[in-house]
């Protein structure tokens, strides 16, 4: 079993910056894609970026892409998800998950998560 510790969240204004990071814990995550969700209060858990391990060409979901960029650093099993020019939007839950194999867009497919960071941008 993996275990994935986030952090980074917080309150900032719109238009600022932010980092999560997501680190592995209990096995090496080789060959482990890993994916960010979040999850606004009243909606269902939505996917926002994932990447493979040999993170290449990181998937984002439309609403992030160009404003958030996914990483991560095998030697360190840490994934990091640059969030720059915060929207009111963005605010939200946001899950680090892995899962053993190619990324996918779907949380169903992911059997590994953190506990969540909280992400509030205010207007």
């Known amino acids: 079993q993996v275990q994935l510790v986030e952090s980074g969240g917080g309150l900032v204004q719109a238009g600022a910056s932010l980092r999560l990071s997501c680190a592995a814990s209990?096995?090496?995550?080789?060959?482990?894609?890993m994916g960010w969700f979040r999850q606004a209060p009243g909606k269902e858990r939505e996917f926002v970026a994932a990447?493979?391990?040999?993170?290449?060409?990181?998937s984002y979901a439309n609403s992030v892409k160009g404003r958030f960029t996914l990483s991560r650093n095998n030697a360190k099993d840490t994934a990091f998800l640059q969030m720059n020019s915060l929207k009111p939007e963005d605010t939200a839950v946001y899950y680090c998950?892995?899962?053993?194999?190619?990324?996918?867009?779907?949380?169903?497919?992911?059997?590994?998560w953190g506990q969540g960071p909280q992400v509030t941008v205010s207007s």
């Open positions: 998950e892995a899962r053993y194999g190619s990324p996918s867009y779907n949380r169903a497919d992911y059997n590994n």
């Open positions: 209990g096995r090496t995550v080789t060959n482990y894609a």
């Open positions: 990447i493979g391990w040999r993170a290449a060409l990181p």
